[in-house]
Structures are given as C-alpha cells and as structure tokens.
C-alpha cells in the first residue's frame, strides 16, 4: 500500500500542477526586435510612483467631511492631469502587478515559486530600454528588474528587509524613507557633475515603490486610520518630490509624471484573487507629453464610481495595467518592451496626430513581432497536416494592412490610420492568445483521461482487495490476456512519444501524456473484475441503481456547490442531525444521539459567520481556551470515574494537565501579543520563542500520552488546540473544540452502528488501543454503510476549511493570524504558518476517521481509497469549471477552486500518514508499538 500512496501522491501532483501548464505558462516570446517611435519625444525623463497595494475607490473617494486625501493629487486630477482607473488581472501580487506596469505583460503564476519576487524567465522592460533608471523602495521588487536589465545602468536603492514589519508602529515610514532618499539624492547631484550629467541625459526615469500603504493594509486594513494617514503621508511626499525635481531641472517641462499602484486590497487585508477591490487601482498622469484637464460628460461606466467620488465634470480614462508601459515608452523614446501586450491610451497623450499615428503603428508591429515569432515556433513544432493557422490574420493580411496604415500616415489621414492600428492589435493580441493556448484543448484532454483512468482504478481496488463481489480469475483467463494487453499499451507509448519528439514538446507534456496510458492499463488489466461489477449493477432493480447514483451525485453536488455558498454546508450539517433517527441509533442511544444533533446544529452555524475581514475578538479566542480546558477536566473526571483502574493505569494524567497549562500559556501569549501590536510596540521576542516552542512540540506530545484510544484523541486535540489559539483572531478559535467533540460523538455512534449490524462482539472504545496489534482476521470487508462514512469525512473536511472563516480565494488568509510568530514580511513562512491553520481541523477529523477505522475493525486503506474517490471525483468536476474568459474575478475564482480542491485531496494523502504517526506511535523507553491495520 505504500507503493500505491506514493505513486497517488505523484500523480495527484500532476494533476495540480497541469493547471498551471494549461493555463498559466510563460507568455514570453523571445528573438523579437526592439521597436521606438521615430519620433521626438515629448518628456526626457519619466517620474513614475507606485502606491504598493492602494485601492482606487480609498484613493479617490472623499472622506466623511468631504475632504479629499489626496489634496495635492487630486488638483492634478481637476486642473493639470489626466486620470482613470487602472484595471490589473490575477494574481494581484507585487511582482505580477510591477511586472505588468513597467514590462507591458501579464505574469504567469510560475513566479509564485519564487515568493513572487524574482524573475522565473529573463523579460525587457522601460527600465531596462532607458538610458538611466535610479530606483528606491522595497527589497522585494527593485531587484528584478536590476537583475533582467541588459548593462548596468539600473540604480537600486533599498531599506532592509526588517524595515518590513506588520508590527511596526508607522508602516508609513517605509514611504517616508523613500521620499528622504530620493530629496537626498537629488541634493547630492547638485554637487556631483558626473552624476548630474547622467540625470540630464534623455530617456531617464526615477522609480519611487512606496510599500507603506501594503503594509499598514494587511496590518490594519484598508478602512483603518492608519491606511488613510499613509494616503495623506504619499500625497505629500509626492507633491515634495515633484516641486524638488522640477526645481532641479530648472522648469524645463520635460518631465512626465504617472502616479498608480499595483494591486488593491481586499476588506480584510488581503489580495491576490481577482475581487474588484483588488483589481481597480488608480492612474493619474500629468507632466510633459500629457494631457491636461479633459471636460466629461455623459460618462457611461458598469460602476458608479464617478458620483461617489465626485468626478462627473472630468473625464475617466480607464486602462489595462499593461497599457501603461507602451505609454511611458512613447513618453520618453524609448523602445516599447519586447514582451509588452499593452495597447497604448492615446487619451493621455498631448501630441500631434501624427506623434500619435507613429506611436500606434509602433505599438502595432511590435505586438505583431510577438504574433509572427509565436506563430512560426508553433508550426515549426507541428506537424504540417495538424497545424492550424489563425485564420483572422494570414500574413498577406497582416502586411497589407501595415502598408495601408503606412499609406494613410504619408497622406495625413491619422484618424484612418490610428484605427486601422487598433484593429492590427487586436488581432495581434487574438492571434498571440490562439497559439500560446494552442495546446489548452490536447493537453486538457490528457489530464481528464488520466484523471478518469486514475478514478477507475482507485475503484477496482477497493472492489477488488475490500470487498466480496470478484470472484477468483482462472489461470486460463490470466494467461489468454497477460500478453496482448502489455503490448497495446507499450505500443501506444512509443507512439505517443514519437510524436510529442517530433513536436519538440516540453517535458511535462510527455508526463500529461502517458500518464493515461499507464493508468487505464492498470484499469483494463482487471477487467475481469470489470466484468463482476457489471454483472452485480445488471443484477440490481433499476430503479435501486438509479437510486444509489443520484444520491451519490447530490451528495457530491452538495460540497461542489458548497464552494460557491458556504451556507449549502450548513443545511448539510442540519441534514445530518437527522442520521441517529433514520438510522435507529437514536433508540440504542439517546445521550449520544442528542449530543451529535447538539453538535451538529452547533457547527451548521459557522458557515453563517462572517467570513475572513471580520475585526479581531481576543475575549472570544480567551473564552474558547478555557471553555477546552473545563472541558478537558469534564471528560477526564467522567473517564475517572467510569474506568478508574483502567484509566490509573494507562493514562498519565500529568500530560493532561501539561497540556493544559500549555493551553493556558497560549492564550497568555495571544492577549498579551495583540496589546502590544494595539499600543503598536510590536511583538516580544520572548512571544514569539514560546510560540515557536509551542507549535513544534504540538505534535511530539501527543506521543507521550497513552495510545488507548479516547486518552490519545484527547491529547491529540488538546496539542492541536494549544496551537490553534496561537492562530486564531475571533471566533474560529470555538471551530476546533466544538468539531473534536463532534468526532467523539461520531467515533461512539459508529460503533454503535457496528454492534448493531455484526453478531459477533465488538470490543468497548474505552479498551481499544490503537498500538494493539489486531489479527487480519477481523478486518472485515467494505459494506454500503462505509461509504456513508466517507462522504461524512470529506463532508467534515470541507466544513473544516469553509467554517474558520475561509472562503474559496486565494486572498482568503488573514495575515493577522500568523502575528504570534513573526511579523515582519516573509512569504513563504507566512504562508506555511497560515496554511498549517488550515490544516489542523483536518488533522483532528483524518485522527477521528483514524479512529473510526480502528473501531469498526476496517482496513484504513479501504475507507482511504473510497475518500480519495470521492475527492478526485470533485476535483475533476473543479477541472471542468475552470474559465479563462469573463471577468477576472470568475477566472481567479475558478481557477482559486481548483487549487483547493486539488491541495485538500494532496494533504488528505499526507495527513492520513500523518494520523497515523499521532495515533500508534508512542515515545517511552520500552520497545516499539506496532501499528494498526493496513
């Protein structure tokens, strides 16, 4: 069985990671030549600043005493300026969003790998096209792209990364240190000839990265005080930076100016997914080569922005984040970036037509550059009878209508050709999506038989090694087959693989594609227990078959549609209130049937709660702690008194008590961790080491308990809940308690459906041990009930992720949960902090379903593979609703569901081992226990 969890781990991951191939690789395209207006530019030097994570309604809406935030800004925008909305696409990260605003495309998801910091593929960008660019800002983006340009002539100028921290008690101070070093530069140019020389030169452009508003957003939230101070504290900064550089160039009017951010921000302090709070930044851009004030009227937008921030007489222009790099590169003269898919807003532009016609037509044949070079790689690489063209653009098209674009600037009909240009690039940019998802059909088709393959199998083998429907194979139907069948598949292969050569095709293109070979040859190798189940379905009452099916579906349908409305969890948790009662366990008994309704409808109550946003309650997580160490006394004392001998003898009630404290210390830490983040002295050092110690000996205590199996559990939950309070910042941290005391109730019903159904005796729960070696003899086989079973636990899994305040994003983490460890910016332990919160109810219902197996005398790997069926199953009806078409919250929205479903299935197969280490192991001086079932 090993050998199988291993090979279903690699396979799962590929699965997972065939959505990022499918849909998010490299949009790059390389051996294209630079582009430039031939064209006097208008601005010698660009000055471009980057709000890091402002929202464009916080920045332009007016406040409570209709007062702007942005007084020096907002008069660029009323008298001198243009402005508009700036709309980015997923994931709203920094890097994405930089990479967007000064390379001109639009990131693939590969860069996560990197903690969205460095380039996973060399690209070209403004900075690297300019004479000079001089940078200051954040550790985490300057370098990139110092890193990608070709020469030396990027400046960075960077605060250490410990300047980045949650805690901090000004986060603006980031922004102000930027503003400082950039007046300190500019005073000492004035006395460095050389280095004012450089300054003075063409094509020039000065990068501020202001992080303070990011910061003080996932600190305290977009709506707080601080976040709208940090608006005021840029604004300022700007408008000194501006008076200082046109003081320095002496009022030459050759400096353009662009102001904008790179992602927005969720209510609760997050981004990443593709929530219009996180997706609409704001653009304003005034200076050389700009236009000024533009009148609006009869503004038709799908949003009532305009009235809300009072804007109706100025017109908006909004852009793709893209465009602004093509603007900035006709601004300056410098070549648009090879990889840029932006179209150029001629709105923003005060230039002659013909300026504007020369831009377009450049911003044309640089995007049909892209085309043509993606377009000659992918036939190179095709066959020549399967390759199919983009039909909307033949060559011949392409050049004539160049020519005529060309025809109509020589006779000065711009308005012709700017338009004929917007239609070139967008067929430029249809074309460029056509081939680069040229493989979206082949290789999705790949992955849904190897998924179906992969289903199929999982399924014999539960049939197959748990059940009683095969019947023994002769040795004449083994040797009629054992031959033929190898041959097929290694045949079709060797055929796959001749032609994924041939097409020069990435190797993970050949891992999508033979996987369904081996799979569905695992599959068709039993089809004589194939050939059973069809005989037993044939032999069924229809309408029973069709029963079973549909409430099979519906179950699934159920937790499918539970991703998009959490309260679907809560009418299933209602519905199963109502097992004791259907099931007659009610009658056999009621305290503990009463105890799971209790429990059930308690639970049904957290999908209702507010999701992740929600301001912080400390007295709640203070109240839950306790509530779990009065709890803990309660069970101990009524396990005493029931069994005290056994209980004398196989618990040591000092880990108990130890654990309690430990609960005890935790909330102490937590209370004490959010008043100094309040008074805004950051976190003690000495919180964050026993957090630390707290969190790595939550799995090794365990250990030292008993392995009896209530006295395990409850140590098990005791270490995960010290834990979990370290995490939590409301009313999550009751999630945990209330769910182990439902598994208990659940472990006890589930043998009280066994000793209803079996004749021979069922050992008591309170004298199993989960080290006791049992004989194979009393594992009994898979029954109907087993699947009921299983759709609780994945039922209790999903609760588990929706009913501490998830939802189905990407952006659905609050950063606030990770404050007790540490606070200063780190994405990778940041996020493996938050995703083990995620984790632990997971942990304790895969302990619970651990125990289930124990006590109903079930093979784990049975009940394991029937869950991980009904997971894949889920996870392919994800696949299916993935979308790269509409808006971009449907596509971050399905694409976040997928990611999920996949990860839960991936860390099922982990935490089962994982559950299986805290229940059978034991760390005492004496011997090894062996484990359980298998």
Known sequence: MLAFFLIGFLVHLVFFAAIFDIYFTSPLVHGTTPHRVPRAPPAKRLVLFVADGLRADTFFELDTEGQTRSPFLRNVIEHSGSWGVSHTRVPTESRPGHV??????????????KGWKENPVEFD???????????????????????????????THMYPPEKEDFAAADASKLDTWVFNEVKNFFE?????????????????????????????????????????ENIRTVD?????????????????????????????????????????????????????????????????????????????????????????????????????????????????????????????????????????????????????????????????????????????????????????????????????????????IFLGTSVVLGFLGWISYAFVLIVKFHTRLTKPISKLDKLSTVHLLPVIFIGAGVMITLFLMIQSCPWTYYIYCLLPVTVWYAVIKEFRVIKNIINLFSTLPPTKSIGYLLLFILGIETMVVSFFCREVLSLGLVAFAGWPLQSKLFYRNKAMSLSWIFFCFILALFPLMPVVGRSPNIPLVTGAGLLTVICTFVFCTSIKMAKQQIFEATVKKSVYVAQSLIIVLSLYIVNTT?????????????????????????????????????????????????????????????????LSCLTFVWISLEQETIQFHDISPVPKLSQMDFAQKVDTIQIRQLRLDDIRRSYFFIFFIVTAFFGTGNIASINSFDPASVYCFLTVFNPYAMGALMMWKILIPFVIVMCAIESIQVSTQLSSNSLFLI?????????????????????WLDIGTSISHYVIVMSMTIFLMLLSRLAEILTTWRIRLQGKIKQHFT
Not at 128 to 152: Q, R, V, Y
Not at 679 to 688: E, M, R, S, T, Y
Request: glycine letters at 6%; charged letters at 20%.
């Open 867 to 887: 869950v991980l069926l009904i997971s894949d199953i889920m996870a392919l009806h994800f696949f299916f609703l993935v979308k790269d078409s509409g808006s």
């Open 674 to 738: 959010h008043s100094s983040l309040a008074f805004k002295h950051g976190v003690p050092l000495i919180n964050q080491i026993i957090s630390w110690t707290i969190l790595a000996s939550s799995l090794l205590i365990p250990l030292i308990s008993s392995t009896f199996l209530f006295q395990r559990l409850l140590s098990i939950y005791l270490s995960l809940m010290s834990a979990y309070l370290l995490f939590s910042t409301g009313y999550e941290a009751l999630f945990p308690l209330l």
């Open 188 to 228: 000492y140019a004035k006395s460095n000839e050389t280095l004012s020389n450089k300054m003075k030169a063409d094509q020039v452009v000065y990068f501020l990265h202001l992080l303070g508003l990011d910061t003080n957003g996932h600190a305290h939230r977009p709506k707080s005080r601080e976040y709208m």
């Open 100 to 113: 967007a605003l000064i390379a001109g495309f639009y990131e693939d998801v590969s860069a996560v790998a």
């Open 125 to 155: 960008s403004v900075f690297n096209e300019s004479k000079h660019t001089w940078c200051w800002g954040s550790p985490d983006i300057l370098p990139m792209f110092a890193k990608g340009a070709s020469g030396d002539h990027v400046y």
């Open 236 to 440: 300022k900064g700007v408008q000194e930076v501006v008076l200082l550089i046109e003081d320095f160039f002496e009022n030459d009017k050759k400096t353009a100016f662009i102001y904008t951010s790179d992602h927005g921000m969720t209510e609760w302090g997050s981004h990443g997914a593709g929530h219009p709070s996180e997706t609409l930044t704001p653009l304003v851009a005034w200076g050389a080569g700009i236009n000024g004030r533009q009148p609006g009227s009869n503004q038709q937008f799908q949003d009532d922005f305009l009235q809300e921030w009072k804007l109706n007489d100025v017109r908006r222009l909004d852009v793709n984040q893209a465009d602004i790099a093509p603007l900035m590169a006709s601004l300056i003269g410098v070549p648009f970036p090879l990889n840029s898919v932006g179209t150029l807003p001629l709105e923003y532009l005060n230039n002659t037509d013909q300026f504007k016609a020369e831009c377009m037509l450049t911003n044309a044949v640089q995007v049909l550059e892209q085309f043509k070079v993606k377009m000659t790689h992918k036939k190179k690489n095709t066959l020549t009878f399967l390759f199919n063209p983009f039909k909307s653009l033949p060559l011949s098209k392409e050049q004539d209508m160049l020519r005529t674009v060309r025809l109509y600037i020589q006779q000065h009909q711009y308005d012709e050709a700017i338009k004929l240009c917007k239609s070139l690039i967008k067929l430029g940019l249809e074309g460029l999506s056509y081939y680069h998802t040229y493989d979206r």
